[in-house]
């Protein structure tokens, strides 16, 4: 019954979402009529232009690894507020991912329960659209960027800058992070195509 509930939701706040143009940034995943094809074509366009032009391009990558397990309900919660989700919609999600408990099927027997501490079940049919919402106050602040690096795309797995001053991506890379759940850096220039940077 619960799947049948967030299913139902989740179609339909997704329309509204996508509908009235309420989540901004580069952000490509889990609404309705959008996907990552588009910036990929647009990376490639660019890599393109750079290649025949003999123009110098930095392309900066983050893998945002078990980026679902780490969406912090509460966090979550004052994202849904901010974009004016009915309160009940976000009650209703609160009470649904808060305090799990879970335990792991072995192939002898099953764990104790334990008390998930953060984050959201990877199989959850709201999750892409979870993740939309809540990394979506993080891409407004990119904005900012755009003119300095012309271009930011991201999925759910990776997150990337592109541009031309080298100096300016390695000045501000310490700050285009989203905390614990970076678990790779590569900073790579086109034309050699070498990972300059990881962490």
């Not at 309420?22 to 393109?48: C, D, F, Q, W, Y």
């Not at 849904?80 to 792991?104: E, W």
């Not at 000045?171 to 086109?190: A, C, P, T, Y």
């Amino acid at each position: 019954m619960k799947k049948v509930v967030v299913k139902i939701v989740t179609q339909k706040l997704s329309h509204i979402i996508a509908n009235n143009n309420i989540l901004k940034g580069g952000n490509h995943a889990a609404l309705p009529g959008n996907s990552t094809e588009v910036p990929i074509r647009i990376m490639n366009l660019i890599m393109e232009d750079a290649k025949v032009k003999k123009k110098p391009l930095w392309i900066l990558f983050q893998d945002l690894s078990k980026a679902y397990d780490r969406v912090d309900i509460k966090m979550l919660e004052l994202t849904f507020n901010k974009i004016k989700i009915s309160k009940r919609i976000v009650q209703l999600f609160v009470n649904l991912f808060s305090d799990s408990r879970k335990a792991v099927i072995t192939t002898t027997r099953t764990t104790q329960f334990y008390k998930a501490l953060i984050g959201i079940d990877q199989g959850e049919v709201i999750l892409p659209l979870f993740w939309t919402i809540y990394y979506n106050p993080l891409l407004n602040n990119y904005d900012f960027f755009l003119s300095l690096y012309g271009r930011c795309f991201i999925n759910p797995e990776n997150f990337a800058l592109m541009t031309n001053d080298i100096n300016a991506l390695k000045d501000k890379s310490i700050k285009l992070n989203f905390g614990s759940h970076v678990q790779e850096i590569q900073l790579i220039r086109l034309i050699e195509s070498v990972k300059i940077l990881s962490t």
